[in-house]
């Protein structure tokens, strides 16, 4: 216990200045939902699935995908039930 | 007979970490009797239930608490894939063990320092969050997420560790009982913390008994009971050793939870070592019909699910018992006699997770 105290008396923080500091993400961590409109068919699945409704698919013929981040609780489940994989986490968070 | 005055504990009091109130009636320092007043957190997520279909539930029954949110998910799952006659991989099994016991102790760690913190040891408080913080890292590496892990899934998991992963997960066991090492003792021998602690807020065991105690609150009063015993998920194939104590008293209750935290990580080794290959979920077809009383042993004690459906999508009807209401009426039996300062600590020791109560 002597070592942590003089660890604690001497050392840096455990703590960061965030947010000036910022740690990296973990790889494969769940941030934020991002997706690649480009791929994406419109078919509605993550909408339907998605336990906090907050993403609205717009079908034919005004083709639209719109997404709340404030409702979305961030569980991947959209991720996993997309067809062609248009949806993905970014680690990152808050950008 | 003195003057008795009532003194409102809570709702919103410094050491309280969710909203409860307790009117305390007190005969100069000393209560006589507590009264408990809930409902100031009620969320309706029981009803939400009807509303979502039952994959979707898996995040909401997650949601119940914010501290044990992983081990109500593997209830809610549990429950269903006995409904559905479902087996489950037994990579599955073994991978929610190696959560559950990792979410057991940043429980025990978070309780520890908040005890630490309701009878002012700051140092206590903040070192127990310090090796917590570690266990969060870890479960965000593995799980994608800090708390609210949502890697449960009826028929399984959905996510694997890798074997990078799992030579991460032992080498963070590693590093937290060095730290356990370092610090327990010196939290269990203090002589300020025993002076808080030994002697405060007994519950004989005849009392935990009787009045439906659960979790470490009965271990602690010389019940050696704890529903891992049944062997659900891998307990059987890892096995595991009770901790018990038989004082009854605040010092046990914390000297129990301690001894849990080395028995995590002893766990959480074995299962490591004794990890199968294969997938980690099965597809499940169909809706659920029937309804089960699925149990499972979380940080604070024996949560019960009972889970109705009818062959729709949606769920009739999930009931939640959580450990926290079963621990209110041992609580109100440690409270008479002791002093208006020992509440805190009495409280407190109880570990209790209001959120999950009101639901």
């Not at chain 2, 991978?95 to 559950?100: D, P, Y």
């Not at chain 2, 266990?135 to 708390?147: K, M, N, P």
């Not at chain 2, 595991?240 to 914390?254: H, L, P, S």
Request: glycine share 8%; net charge positive.
């Amino acid at each position: 216990m002597i070592k942590r105290v003089f660890s604690n008396l001497f050392g840096s923080p455990a703590t960061r200045l965030y947010p000036f500091t910022r740690r990296e993400p973990f790889a494969g961590s769940r941030g934020q939902l991002k997706n690649d409109i480009a791929k994406c068919i419109f078919c509605g699945q993550c909408q339907r699935r998605c336990p906090a409704d907050a993403i609205v698919v717009g079908k034919k013929p005004d083709k639209s995908w719109a997404f709340d981040r404030y409702r979305c609780i961030v569980c991947g489940y959209c991720v996993e039930v997309c067809p062609v994989k248009c949806l993905s986490m970014d680690p990152k968070h808050g950008d | 007979m003195s003057k008795r005055t009532i003194i409102p504990f809570g709702p919103q009091h410094p050491v309280l970490p969710e909203p409860i109130q307790l009117r305390l009636v007190m005969e100069e320092e000393r209560v006589v009797e507590a009264l408990p007043a809930v409902g100031y957190i009620h969320r309706g997520l029981e009803k939400l239930v009807e509303k979502k279909d039952y994959n979707q539930c898996v995040f909401l029954a997650e949601r119940v608490c914010g501290i044990c949110s992983f081990l109500h998910s593997v209830t809610y799952c549990q429950g269903l894939e006995e409904i559905m006659s479902v087996t489950i991989p037994d990579r599955a099994r073994f991978l929610r063990l190696i959560w559950g016991e990792v979410h057991r102790v940043h429980s025990h760690l978070l309780w520890l320092g908040l005890l630490a913190d309701s009878f002012g040891f700051e140092n206590v408080f903040m070192h127990a969050w310090r090796c917590r913080e570690m266990v969060l890292d870890l479960l965000e590496r593995t799980a994608g997420h800090r708390v609210m892990l949502g890697v449960s899934c009826v028929g399984g998991v959905r996510r694997d560790i890798s074997d990078e992963g799992l030579a991460d997960i032992l080498r963070t066991v590693d590093a937290l009982q060095k730290e356990f090492d370092e610090f327990v003792p010196v939290v269990l021998n203090d002589y300020s913390i025993k002076q808080r602690t030994v002697g405060v807020g007994k519950l004989t065991k005849e009392q935990a008994a009787e009045l439906g105690a659960v979790g470490p609150v009965a271990r602690a009063s010389g019940i050696a009971r704890d529903f891992r015993e049944t062997g659900y998920a891998a307990y059987g194939e890892v096995g595991f050793k009770i901790v018990t104590e038989t004082a009854g008293d605040c010092y046990a209750r914390m000297k129990v939870r301690c001894g849990e935290m080395y028995e995590c990580l002893n766990m959480v080794r074995r299962a490591v070592a004794a990890m199968p290959a294969g997938a980690i979920n099965v597809p499940v077809k169909g809706n659920p019909t029937g309804e089960v009383v699925a149990r499972l042993e979380q940080p604070r004690g024996e949560v019960i699910y009972y889970l109705k459906g009818n062959g729709a999508k949606n769920l009739e009807r999930m009931r939640i018992r959580t450990p926290t209401f079963a621990n209110l009426a041992p609580l109100l039996a440690m409270l008479p006699g002791c002093e208006l300062a020992d509440v805190p600590v009495i409280v407190l020791s109880i570990d209790p997770c209001i959120s999950c109560t009101e639901r």
